[in-house]
């Protein structure tokens, strides 16, 4: 394994948005609070595949320059991200994720 950590690139795109969807699958369906996969893909645009939407506005914030993304990166394959930003009402956003394997 060959870690390397970078900004990522328009192509990221696809994997970064990937790789959200499959931790919020994994980690945050609960009957208890009435979070589905409905729920994920119709309130957060979150679903797999990766919703063409999201991708074109991770395409757009990579492009700016915005959003303080960095990649993890194994042998050319995108294997996790991290994302850092102040949003739109001021609240600060913040994320972590890794790939599924």
């Known amino acids: 394994m060959n870690i390397v950590i970078r900004k ?3 192509s990221d795109a696809f994997d970064i948005r990937r790789i959200q969807a499959e931790g919020w699958l994994d ?3 609960s009957p208890e609070t009435g979070i589905t996969e409905a ?4 309130k957060r645009g ?3 595949p990766p919703n063409e939407k999201k ?3 991770t395409v757009t914030t ?5 959003g303080g993304y960095f990649v993890a990166v194994d042998n050319d394959a995108v294997v996790g991200w991290i994302m850092s930003s102040i949003q739109k009402d001021d609240t600060y956003g913040f994320g972590i994720y ?3 394997k």
């Open 55 to 57: 991708i074109e506005e």
């Open 39 to 42: 729920f994920l893909r119709s």
């Open 46 to 48: 979150i679903s797999l």
């Open 8 to 10: 990522p690139v328009a």
């Open 98 to 100: 890794t790939d599924r």
């Open 27 to 29: 980690n945050n369906l």
């Open 62 to 66: 990579i492009e700016k320059n915005e």
